[in-house]
């Protein structure tokens, strides 16, 4: 059971790069997210998708875009990375419809020097 | 908007001892309420969940949390915790019908052998 599957799981860039951080899931969920984790300030959203090619902003979304063309795939890019953009990312999904469960993949830790 | 506080930045406790960690939110309309925990180097797993009904809700490895509506708390409890409880744990929080997920800060548990 793969669950949630992020890659990669460690990436160092330099400022001003982009990259695409992927994450796939096989559960069949509608809604899937994406969050950045920073010490002392818990998990906060980047952005979201309730399905295949609707997408929407999170709490913290500048700087990231993000696609959903399928249902099982969200993306995470990056334009031109800045140091303020290291961080450890995670992705979650979870099933419309019913209460949200998320489950999330094993995180991407990004530093951009 | 929804927020989430957890008070507890870092606790540290000996193996045995009883634990409670304190998560308040914000906000006015019917919730569904979670703690999961992150252990080092891990993902988040869901530790429990209130979705309706009973307020105390147990949840796996002998966790327990009360939601005290009045309050606006979801604390999370433990009688006797083990050093493989040391990780990180977060309460987080969802409005009925939305699909987001607002996290706190993340409680820091170290339990010393």
């Known amino acids: 059971n793969a669950g949630v599957t992020q890659t990669p799981k460690f990436q160092v860039l330099k400022t001003g790069q982009s990259m695409t951080l992927q994450c796939a899931q096989d559960?069949?969920?509608?809604?899937m997210s994406w969050y950045r984790q920073d010490p002392g300030m818990g998990l906060r959203l980047i952005h979201y998708?309730?399905?295949?090619?609707?997408?929407d902003q999170g709490e913290v979304p500048n700087g990231y875009n993000v696609s959903r063309s399928t249902t099982e795939d969200f993306p995470l890019r990056l334009l031109s990375a800045a140091p303020s953009q290291t961080s450890v990312y995670f992705c979650?999904?979870?099933?419309?419809?019913?209460?949200?469960?998320?489950?999330f993949g094993q995180g991407t830790r990004l530093t951009v020097v | 908007a929804q927020s989430v506080s957890q008070h507890n930045h870092h606790v540290i406790l000996s193996e045995a001892a009883s634990l409670e960690l304190g998560c308040n939110y914000s906000?006015?309309?019917?919730?569904?309420l979670f703690w999961y925990v992150q252990y080092p180097g891990q993902h988040l797993q869901l530790l429990l969940k209130?979705?309706?009904?009973?307020?105390l809700v147990k949840g796996i490895k002998g966790f327990e949390a009360e939601f005290i509506k009045s309050k606006f708390s979801f604390n999370l409890r433990k009688p006797s915790v083990q050093w493989s409880d040391t990780a990180e744990y977060f309460c987080?929080?969802?409005?009925?019908?939305?699909?987001?997920?607002?996290f706190g800060q993340g409680t820091r548990l170290t339990i010393n052998p």
């Open positions: 979650a999904s979870s099933s419309q419809g019913r209460v949200t469960e998320a489950f």
């Open positions: 559960m069949n969920h509608e809604y």
């Open positions: 998708s309730v399905g295949a090619g609707i997408t």
């Open positions: 906000y006015g309309g019917t919730v569904n």
């Open positions: 209130y979705f309706s009904g009973d307020p």
């Open positions: 987080a929080v969802n409005a009925k019908g939305a699909q987001k997920l607002v």
